[in-house]
């Protein structure tokens, strides 16, 4: 496979702030990303996703950007809530098969 | 949107036992189901993709006769672990998709096993 178990980074941020979180993706014949939250004990949830004709897309308080000549993925998040704690992925879409990458946990200081 | 469920969402078992693990779309047809495994503070990785009514397709360094994948309807994939071992303790996550391709995968909430 081509994503790789390892032991997450952490990102604090205060209240109110806005968040970025890095993805760098593996494959440059990826066509298709997207960007999933996952809440302790539950599973994935879909934020937004990007196709790789596109560098940039926004949602409601999130804004996906897409660098396919470094295969580099952000999202940010703008005024962060206690709400948005949590862990954070990418995932690229190769052939008809998603790789995540290693994630980001994010904590919201109040 | 739609929704995956899997059944059950916590299981403990013995070690040497199987324990099957379900997937069910429940507003869509999939013909495509994909299996996930996650490590604590660990990213997804994937095990196999399912595909209903042919063979399921493993990633490299998954044991097929371990990990035995049944997609028998469009709605309804199926992971055993056979003969566990404390080390198979883990979350299973399994996703679908509306279409084949690239497109928006929908996550069911995940297995815990926990083999003693």
């Known amino acids: 496979g081509e994503s790789v178990g390892l032991h997450l980074p952490t990102l604090s941020v205060q209240e109110g702030d806005n968040s970025i979180i890095n993805c760098a993706y593996s494959n440059s014949a990826s066509d298709y990303f997207i960007w999933y939250k996952q809440e302790s004990g539950k599973g994935p949830q879909f934020i937004i996703d990007?196709?790789?004709?596109?560098d940039k897309r926004q949602g409601q308080r999130v804004t996906v950007l897409l660098n396919k000549t470094v295969k580099h993925l952000s999202l940010q998040i703008a005024a962060t809530q206690p709400g948005d704690s949590a862990v954070y992925f990418c995932a690229e879409n190769t052939g008809n098969q998603f790789y995540f990458g290693t994630g980001t946990s994010l904590t919201v200081i109040p | 949107g739609a929704v995956v469920s899997q059944h059950p969402s916590w299981v403990i078992c013995k070690s040497g036992t199987s324990v099957k693990i379900e997937c069910r779309s429940l507003d869509f047809q999939a013909t495509t189901m994909f299996w996930y495994r996650q490590f604590p503070k660990q990213s997804l990785m994937l095990m196999a993709t399912s595909n209903e009514g042919s063979k399921a397709t493993y990633e490299q360094g998954v044991e097929k006769d371990k990990f035995l994948i049944n997609h028998a309807s469009l709605t309804l994939s199926t992971l055993t672990v056979t003969s566990a071992h404390p080390e198979d303790s883990s979350f299973y996550i399994c996703s679908a998709g509306e279409g084949q391709g690239s497109g928006e995968q929908y996550f069911g909430p995940g297995t815990r096993l926990t083999v003693t």
């Open positions: 990007i196709r790789s004709n596109m």
